[in-house]
């Protein structure tokens, strides 16, 4: 399966936006990107999730590079709650429908 | 609202006990998935089923079991408990695609001492 390469941590600033990357060099034509997230003492929780083009839904933005070898996550006002381990993952649409998760992203907002 | 439960949600036990840790969903998903997670590490795939009858094993399968005997439930059992395996559990369930999301329990949190 195609890998993922994600920063270790991040800081960011309440209110303020933030730009979480994902490096996929591997990909193939039939990944989805998905990104998951986690808060603390809870289960992931899906977020968002793309194949070519850009995504908007209620709790963020997906940004995909034009040849899909990276993205990024964008939450476009941080607050304190969304303080938490973020997952990028790939998905083959024609394969397993598991995840394996990688290490993730902690993001850590700062009041 | 249909949901994904799992019970209990702390749970302590002896070595070499057997223990189950149970998942239940109503959202009649056919994929169903067990994870583990250690402090300070991702998660883990541990089993998974992709509908009645099946189970496959996931990345650290050893120690553990289930069964599928029907859409709702994916109990997890621990034949012979082991302090390693004190651990933070998660089920999780999805429809069938891998474009499709899945859905996490609140998590099992077992101590075996």
């Known amino acids: 399966d195609a890998k993922t390469t994600q920063p270790n941590s991040m800081e960011s600033n309440e209110e303020e936006p933030v730009h979480l990357p994902c490096n996929h060099s591997?990909?193939?034509?039939?990944?989805?990107i998905h990104w998951y997230r986690q808060l603390p003492s809870q289960g992931p929780e899906y977020v968002i999730h793309?194949?070519?083009s850009n995504v908007n839904n209620r709790m963020a933005s997906l940004a995909i590079a034009e040849d899909r070898k990276s993205s990024t996550l964008i939450l476009h006002r941080a607050t304190l709650r969304d303080a938490a381990v973020y997952y990028c993952?790939?998905?083959?649409?024609?394969?397993?429908?598991?995840?394996?998760f990688g290490k993730g992203t902690r993001l850590h907002i700062l009041p | 609202d249909a949901e994904i439960t799992q019970s209990p949600r702390h749970k302590i036990t002896e070595t070499g006990r057997q223990v189950t840790l149970a998942c239940h969903q109503t959202?009649?998903?056919?994929?169903m998935f067990w994870y583990r997670q250690d402090l300070g590490h991702g998660l883990r795939l541990i089993h998974y089923?992709?509908?009645?009858?099946?189970?496959n094993k996931g990345e650290v399968s050893d120690g553990y079991s289930v069964s599928r005997s029907n859409t709702e439930d994916l109990p997890l059992t621990l034949e012979s408990a082991a302090s390693s395996q004190t651990s933070v559990y998660f089920c999780?369930?999805?429809?069938?695609?891998?474009?499709?999301?899945?859905?996490f329990g609140p998590g099992t949190r077992l101590t075996v001492l």
């Open positions: 999780a369930s999805s429809e069938r695609g891998a474009y499709n999301e899945q859905f």
């Open positions: 591997t990909i193939s034509g039939t990944d989805y």
């Open positions: 793309g194949l070519t």
């Open positions: 993952i790939l998905r083959d649409k024609g394969r397993d429908d598991k995840i394996i």
């Open positions: 959202w009649n998903h056919n994929n």
């Open positions: 089923s992709y509908g009645v009858q099946d189970t």
